[in-house]
């Protein structure tokens, strides 16, 4: 199986201007973050289990933290040591599962 290439670590400056154009995230070069509040814990573990079809095509997978009824999420490329325009890319994809 082929390696997949991946982004180089946004700049401090690269990554201030894409969290701009994501209101429902915030987070540094370490990692960006966001919570999704659900109905109940059921409609919670579904959110995740449409999250992780999301990931899966993204080969991209966030730091989940699911809490009764809420997903808390962190979106990090480990092998570049920070956030990189996958994560962007995946907290796109997640902003439109979850509008807010």
Same mark, same amino acid.
Request: cysteine-free; overall charge negative; aromatic content about 4%.
């Given at each position: 199986?082929?390696?997949v290439p991946r982004?180089?670590? /946004? &700049?401090?400056?690269?990554l +201030? =201007? #894409?969290?701009s154009?994501?209101?429902?995230?915030?987070?540094?070069?370490?990692?960006?973050?966001?919570?999704?509040e /659900? &109905?109940?814990?059921?409609d +919670? =573990? #579904?959110?995740?289990?449409?999250?992780?079809?999301?990931?899966?095509?993204?080969?991209?997978?966030?730091?989940?933290? /699911?809490?009764?009824?809420?997903?808390?999420?962190?979106?990090?490329?480990?092998?570049?040591?920070?956030?990189?325009e996958?994560?962007?890319?995946?907290?796109?994809?997640?902003?439109?599962?979850?509008?807010?």
């Amino acid at each position: 199986m082929a390696v997949v290439p991946r982004p180089p670590r /946004l &700049s401090p400056d690269e990554l +201030a =201007v #894409a969290l701009s154009g994501l209101p429902l995230w915030s987070g540094d070069g370490e990692g960006i973050r966001r919570s999704v509040e /659900l &109905s109940g814990f059921p409609d +919670a =573990v #579904a959110a995740l289990v449409r999250l992780a079809f999301v990931a899966e095509q993204l080969d991209h997978h966030p730091d989940v933290d /699911l809490r009764w009824r809420t997903l808390h999420l962190t979106l990090v490329t480990h092998s570049a040591g920070g956030v990189t325009e996958l994560d962007l890319q995946l907290a796109r994809r997640i902003d439109a599962l979850f509008p807010g």
